[in-house]
């Protein structure tokens, strides 16, 4: 069964404030709610639950550098491991 959202925004800080208050479930990166498992204020509610890994595309002109910034930050994020 797949839950139907009542809220949709596409910042996870705001659905992390948004658990926070106590509006419900999100699905936010680790480094938000670290603190707050910590703290004991939050806490998994699915903790052998993952999300399907998803494809990540870029694209960028032809004329930009080729060890540009966003060349070397994407050349980092695929050697990074999981």
Do not use: C
């Not at 926070?20 to 936010?28: E, F, H, P």
């Not at 639950?49 to 990540?56: A, D, G, K, N, T």
């Not at 960028?60 to 050349?75: E, M, R, S, T, V």
């Amino acid at each position: 069964m797949k839950p139907t959202p009542h809220l949709f925004t596409n910042d996870a800080q705001a659905l992390h404030r948004l658990a926070q208050a106590g509006a419900g479930l999100a699905i936010v990166p680790e480094f938000l709610v670290a603190p707050g498992i910590e703290s004991g204020a939050m806490d998994y509610v699915l903790p052998s639950w993952e999300l399907r890994p998803i494809s990540v595309y870029a694209e960028w002109p032809a004329n930009a550098p080729k060890h540009g910034l966003i060349h070397l930050a994407l050349d980092a994020l695929s050697q990074a491991k999981p």
